[in-house]
Structure formats: structure tokens, C-alpha cells
């Protein structure tokens, strides 16, 4: 099949070199040239540009002569070079590449590595330049481009991110047990217990085995993979703003009796899956259909877990709902925040590279720039069919569904809210995946601390620690090995042994943000 694919790729690569051509001329004064200080006149000399992201499950494309490199190195006359390193070694990787002294002209870092670099003086600052390159710097809102960044300097391109995960349910088992599925506005949480618990007790798979649970955790995080439910007691993602000051979570005390409280009664009963201490990951309890509500996007569970659970249960599926509303009200989905990760560009690059690499990143995030990036090049990944819809291609098929869109994903996107959305989607599906971000954005639930948290040293140095042990009493409380009253002690440990500093920290660099 690699054969296959290779092949059709060469014979590919001649069209999109001619179409290519056209398209700059066709194009003279829009999405060619529309940026200063970079057009098709300076583009005589190639350019070498080395580019640095993490990868996830399947690693990056094994050589850079993939086709949308290919049309990025046509269009703008450069070499592109991307070296993809597996994110789990990727702190490591680019702590020996900058002690060689050998930085890449473009990094891809999240909020810890950023500020690490930051203070090394080994980022462009991106300010002077910005306005010469308009689709670019509306990529983001102002104070997403600041965010993490000294007052009046930018040294990373924001990449954009939005809330995406929501809470689903087995419909097929609310049907098998007779219950209405949960109107937006009556589901609070102790309707979420009253399902969650038939979906352990009343056998809703009718296979006459007491093997279903009504909604599991990970127990590798405080977050604990919430379904939303640490927003519906009231306890912060992380932080929490309040009369002026951030909160930590670890601090609030009266939330997390409420919350351990409907925990520890969901684990004793078996409403929560027993086996969470040691869960890292949801999917595949999921698709092997033993719990009832899950917490996920809608590409995972519509294109994925569906289908995976449908070839055990053919009728099976989870739909979508609203958090679960808490006592106070309260409810929300877990929001990142955008510009807390960045694309970076070396300080040292000399002014040609950098023209030609904002013109290309200009060009990147435009519509044709998305167009390209993400659903790759016609008819190598995909083709138009004779009704003037589109298909993938077979090479596509084999190579696997977003493998075409590594750039778009991975490096760097536009604010859109299509990234898992291809020119060949079902629009259907397409319809239904838009509506599920846009579903996610009603309850926005973000962490307070971004961009500040870093600022504290103990944080630095204790965080991790200081976390983990506080986890550990929060899953033996949990796991009824001590009491629930016991989280006073935990809380008073956390502060007394880093956590006050911590927060006296974060909250210095808040104020001086603030008062900036």
C-alpha cells in the first residue's frame, strides 16, 4: 500500500506544482501577496525551515516529502524540514537540542516549556512585525496573544483552543430501562445518580450479568476525568477567581466534603466503576460497553466509540447531554484556555527567514491555507465525485483518516471550529460536530490560573509533589480508607507544606497583571 501510495503521490505532485503556479497567479494580491514585508518577488532564494512539535499515537509522517509539504515548499519556495518527536520524550528532546545550541527556527511549546525558554532570550519577539501580517494576528484576541508574555512583547503564535469534551449517555440502555432521557434544564446531579445508579442496579443490557456501572474516573489527576462533576460542586479547574484573589482548589474545603461525599456513596455502591484508581484512559471501557455516562468529544464517541461498541451491541450508542447541575446551580465543561500553547520562532533567524516564514504562517491560517493543510491536496487525499460532493481517496483510507492534517493539528490552526471536519465529512456529522463545541462553550469552566500559575516557584519545584499526595488522600477517601472528614487535614498539609507560598505567588503575579 506505502507503494501505492508513493506512486500516486508522485503523479500527484505534478498537478498540484502546476495548479500551484496558478493559484499565485490567479491569486496576485490576495493570499499570495497580501502581506507586507514578504511577496512572490522575494521568493527567488529557497529557504531552508526546520520545524519542531510533539506527536501522539502514530507518530509523525515518516519523511518530509509528504504532499502538503511538497505544496508549502512549491508555494513559498522553501524546504520544509519537520522533526516529530514523540510528545512523551519531547521536554527531553528539546533540552538536548538547545544545549547543542542548534534551536529549530520553529517550536511548537506548551505553557510549562515556553516559560521555561522565555527568560533564555531564545524567541522572536513577534510584536514589530504582526500588523504587516493581518490573518495571522487574527488568529487570536489580544489578550490571548499576550497571555504568558512580558507587557509589549509577543515571542509565540497562540495556538487556538477550544472547550470540546461534553458528557454522553447510553441512550440504548435509557431505553432498555425505560428512563426519558434528561431534559438540559432538570439534569442535576442527583438526577445523574438516580440514572447512573439503574444503569448499575437494573441490568441495562439485559445479558442477566451484574457487570454495568453507571460512570467511571481516571485516577492519574485531581480532575479525575470529572464528567463534569467537580464543576457541579463547586470545586475550581485548578483556580478559581474570587473577590479579586485566585483560589486553588486544594483549598476548598466545604466543596470537597460535598464532592467526596456523593463520591465515596457512588464507589460504595457501585455506581462507579471500582477499578478507577488505576484507569488512565476512558475509550476503552467505553467501547466495551460497561458504563453508562463517559466524557468525551463528539469525533471520539460519533466516528470511534460508536462504532467500536456497535460491533458488541449493534443497537448501542451514546448521545450527548448538558452537564449535571450542582446544588448551588452550578455546572460546566472543562474550557482551555487559548495561548497557553505556542508556536515559536527562533531569535536568531535572519530577516529573509523570518518574512518568509510569517508570510507562509500568514498564508496558513487563511482559508486556502486551512483548505490545504487540513484536508491535504485533491486528488492525492481526496477527490471530487461527479454530484460535487467529495471522498477520500483509497491511499487515504489506508494511510487513516486525519493523518493528512499532522500540520493543522499539530503545529498550528486557525481559530475555526472545524479541525476534525473534512471537506468529505458527512455533513451531517459535520452539523453535529460544530453544534457539540458550540454545546461545550455554554458552560465554560476555565482555570483562573493560566498564565500565572508558573509564575510560582514552589510551584515549580513542589507542585507535582504536593499534588500527587493530595491526590492520594483524595482516591483513600474515596475508596473508603479514611474518612471524608479527613480532606480538613489533607487541605491544612497542602498549604502548610508549599501550597500558602504558592498561592501567595500566583497571586503576586496576578495582582502585578492586573495592575499593569
Given at each position: 500500500?506505502?507503494?501505492?501510495?508513493?506512486?500516486?503521490t508522485a503523479f500527484c505532485l505534478t498537478v498540484v506544482a502546476a495548479t500551484g503556479c496558478a493559484r499565485n497567479e490567479a491569486g496576485s494580491g490576495s493570499d499570495a501577496s497580501s502581506s507586507a514585508g514578504g511577496g512572490p518577488g522575494d521568493h527567488a532564494e529557497k529557504i531552508k525551515i526546520e520545524m519542531m512539535a510533539a506527536s501522539w499515537t502514530g507518530?509523525?509522517?515518516?519523511?518530509?516529502?509528504?504532499?502538503?509539504?511538497?505544496?508549502?515548499?512549491?508555494?513559498?519556495?522553501?524546504?520544509?524540514?519537520?522533526?516529530?518527536?514523540?510528545?512523551?520524550?519531547?521536554?527531553?528532546?528539546?533540552?538536548?537540542?538547545?544545549?547543542?545550541?542548534?534551536?529549530?527556527?520553529?517550536?511548537?511549546?506548551?505553557?510549562?516549556?515556553?516559560?521555561?525558554?522565555?527568560?533564555?532570550?531564545?524567541?522572536?519577539?513577534?510584536?514589530?512585525?504582526?500588523?504587516?501580517?493581518?490573518?495571522?494576528?487574527?488568529?487570536?484576541?489580544?489578550?490571548?496573544?499576550?497571555?504568558?508574555?512580558?507587557?509589549?512583547?509577543?515571542?509565540?503564535?497562540?495556538?487556538?483552543?477550544?472547550?470540546?469534551?461534553?458528557?454522553?449517555?447510553?441512550?440504548?440502555?435509557?431505553?432498555?430501562?425505560?428512563?426519558?432521557?434528561?431534559?438540559?434544564?432538570?439534569?442535576?446531579?442527583?438526577?445523574?445518580?438516580?440514572?447512573?445508579?439503574?444503569?448499575t442496579t437494573q441490568d441495562p443490557d439485559k445479558n442477566g450479568k451484574d457487570d454495568t456501572f453507571g460512570f467511571s474516573a481516571l485516577g492519574n489527576s485531581l480532575q479525575l476525568g470529572d464528567l463534569q462533576l467537580l464543576a457541579a460542586f463547586g470545586l475550581a479547574n485548578g483556580w478559581k477567581e474570587e473577590n479579586g484573589k485566585l483560589i486553588p482548589m486544594?483549598?476548598?474545603?466545604?466543596?470537597?466534603?460535598?464532592?467526596?461525599?456523593?463520591?465515596?456513596?457512588?464507589?460504595?455502591?457501585?455506581?462507579?466503576?471500582?477499578?478507577?484508581?488505576?484507569?488512565?484512559?476512558?475509550?476503552?471501557?467505553?467501547?466495551?460497553?460497561?458504563?453508562?455516562?463517559?466524557?468525551?468529544?463528539?469525533?471520539?464517541?460519533?466516528?470511534?466509540?460508536?462504532?467500536?461498541?456497535?460491533?458488541?451491541?449493534?443497537?448501542?450508542?451514546?448521545?450527548?447531554?448538558?452537564?449535571?447541575?450542582?446544588?448551588?446551580?452550578?455546572?460546566?465543561?472543562?474550557?482551555?484556555?487559548?495561548?497557553?500553547?505556542?508556536?515559536?520562532?527562533?531569535?536568531?533567524?535572519?530577516?529573509?527567514?523570518?518574512?518568509?516564514?510569517?508570510?507562509?504562517?500568514?498564508?496558513?491560517?487563511?482559508?486556502?491555507?486551512?483548505?490545504?493543510?487540513?484536508?491535504?491536496?485533491?486528488?492525492?487525499?481526496?477527490?471530487?465525485?461527479p454530484d460535487g460532493t467529495y471522498e477520500m481517496t483509497e491511499a487515504l483510507k489506508a494511510e487513516g483518516e486525519g493523518r493528512q492534517s499532522l500540520l493543522w493539528n499539530w503545529m498550528l490552526r486557525g481559530n475555526t471550529n472545524t479541525f476534525n471536519i473534512y471537506k468529505w465529512s458527512d455533513p451531517k456529522w459535520a452539523q453535529g460536530m460544530e453544534q457539540?463545541?458550540?454545546?461545550?462553550?455554554?458552560?465554560?469552566?476555565?482555570?483562573?490560573?493560566?498564565?500565572?500559575?508558573?509564575?510560582?516557584?514552589?510551584?515549580?519545584?513542589?507542585?507535582?509533589?504536593?499534588?500527587?499526595?493530595?491526590?492520594?488522600?483524595?482516591?483513600?477517601?474515596?475508596?473508603?480508607?479514611?474518612?471524608?472528614?479527613?480532606?480538613?487535614?489533607?487541605?491544612?498539609?497542602?498549604?502548610?507544606?508549599?501550597?500558602?507560598?504558592?498561592?501567595?505567588?500566583?497571586?503576586?503575579?496576578?495582582?502585578?497583571?492586573?495592575?499593569?
Amino acid at each position: 500500500m506505502k507503494k501505492i501510495l508513493f506512486a500516486t503521490t508522485a503523479f500527484c505532485l505534478t498537478v498540484v506544482a502546476a495548479t500551484g503556479c496558478a493559484r499565485n497567479e490567479a491569486g496576485s494580491g490576495s493570499d499570495a501577496s497580501s502581506s507586507a514585508g514578504g511577496g512572490p518577488g522575494d521568493h527567488a532564494e529557497k529557504i531552508k525551515i526546520e520545524m519542531m512539535a510533539a506527536s501522539w499515537t502514530g507518530g509523525g509522517w515518516p519523511d518530509n516529502n509528504h504532499p502538503v509539504i511538497q505544496y508549502i515548499n512549491e508555494k513559498f519556495n522553501v524546504d520544509l524540514q519537520i522533526q516529530w518527536v514523540p510528545n512523551a520524550n519531547f521536554a527531553e528532546k528539546l533540552n538536548v537540542v538547545a544545549a547543542s545550541g542548534k534551536m529549530p527556527d520553529a517550536i511548537r511549546l506548551d505553557s510549562g516549556m515556553f516559560l521555561k525558554w522565555l527568560n533564555e532570550g531564545v524567541f522572536l519577539d513577534l510584536e514589530p512585525y504582526l500588523s504587516q501580517y493581518p490573518r495571522l494576528q487574527n488568529v487570536a484576541k489580544p489578550e490571548e496573544w499576550a497571555l504568558l508574555n512580558p507587557q509589549g512583547k509577543i515571542y509565540g503564535i497562540p495556538i487556538y483552543e477550544t472547550a470540546q469534551n461534553n458528557v454522553y449517555v447510553r441512550a440504548d440502555w435509557l431505553e432498555s430501562l425505560g428512563i426519558p432521557m434528561p431534559n438540559p434544564d432538570e439534569f442535576t446531579i442527583d438526577k445523574f445518580y438516580e440514572i447512573a445508579k439503574a444503569f448499575t442496579t437494573q441490568d441495562p443490557d439485559k445479558n442477566g450479568k451484574d457487570d454495568t456501572f453507571g460512570f467511571s474516573a481516571l485516577g492519574n489527576s485531581l480532575q479525575l476525568g470529572d464528567l463534569q462533576l467537580l464543576a457541579a460542586f463547586g470545586l475550581a479547574n485548578g483556580w478559581k477567581e474570587e473577590n479579586g484573589k485566585l483560589i486553588p482548589m486544594e483549598t476548598q474545603t466545604d466543596e470537597w466534603i460535598r464532592f467526596l461525599t456523593f463520591m465515596r456513596k457512588a464507589y460504595e455502591e457501585g455506581v462507579l466503576d471500582k477499578d478507577f484508581i488505576t484507569n488512565t484512559n476512558f475509550n476503552t471501557k467505553y467501547a466495551e460497553g460497561k458504563v453508562g455516562f463517559a466524557m468525551d468529544m463528539h469525533y471520539q464517541f460519533s466516528q470511534q466509540t460508536n462504532q467500536q461498541l456497535q460491533s458488541i451491541t449493534p443497537n448501542a450508542r451514546f448521545v450527548e447531554l448538558a452537564p449535571p447541575i450542582g446544588p448551588d446551580g452550578s455546572r460546566g465543561t472543562r474550557t482551555p484556555t487559548s495561548g497557553m500553547l505556542k508556536l515559536v520562532l527562533n531569535k536568531n533567524i535572519d530577516e529573509k527567514k523570518r518574512q518568509r516564514m510569517l508570510e507562509m504562517f500568514d498564508w496558513w491560517v487563511s482559508p486556502e491555507g486551512e483548505d490545504i493543510i487540513k484536508n491535504g491536496i485533491e486528488g492525492v487525499h481526496y477527490r471530487k465525485k461527479p454530484d460535487g460532493t467529495y471522498e477520500m481517496t483509497e491511499a487515504l483510507k489506508a494511510e487513516g483518516e486525519g493523518r493528512q492534517s499532522l500540520l493543522w493539528n499539530w503545529m498550528l490552526r486557525g481559530n475555526t471550529n472545524t479541525f476534525n471536519i473534512y471537506k468529505w465529512s458527512d455533513p451531517k456529522w459535520a452539523q453535529g460536530m460544530e453544534q457539540s463545541i458550540e454545546n461545550a462553550k455554554k458552560y465554560p469552566y476555565k482555570n483562573a490560573s493560566d498564565g500565572y500559575l508558573i509564575a510560582s516557584e514552589t510551584f515549580t519545584k513542589q507542585g507535582k509533589a504536593l499534588s500527587d499526595k493530595f491526590l492520594q488522600s483524595v482516591l483513600e477517601i474515596i475508596a473508603g480508607r479514611k474518612p471524608v472528614e479527613s480532606i480538613r487535614d489533607t487541605i491544612d498539609e497542602w498549604k502548610k507544606n508549599g501550597g500558602d507560598k504558592i498561592i501567595e505567588e500566583v497571586n503576586a503575579a496576578y495582582q502585578a497583571k492586573s495592575n499593569s
